[in-house]
């Protein structure tokens, strides 16, 4: 599976431009691009935190509930 490191990095810091998500139930950090928000398969995924979680960041930040092997499945194939 190909991921586009200067996309999706694992940083403490976050770039301008981009923003962190916590995912599956390690809640792993990722740093991911902006550009993400305006993909429709990454929509999905804000669509699934929005059930799951409401409007509550119960990390601080963008929850996605689901594997990270999806995550990172659906997130290599945006543009």
């Known amino acids: 599976m190909a991921i586009h490191l200067a996309r999706i ?10 923003f962190a998500v916590y995912v599956g139930e390690n809640q792993k950090r990722f ?11 990454f929509q999905d995924l804000q669509g699934m935190s929005e059930e799951e979680f409401g409007y509550r ?12 092997d999806i995550f990172l499945d659906v997130t290599s194939r945006l543009n």
């Not at 740093?31 to 429709?40: E, G, K, W, Y």
């Open 9 to 18: 990095v694992c940083s403490k810091k976050v770039p301008k431009g981009y």
């Open 31 to 41: 740093v991911i691009s902006v550009s993400f928000l305006n993909q429709p398969s």
């Open 57 to 68: 960041l119960p990390t601080g930040g963008l929850t996605i509930p689901c594997n990270e």
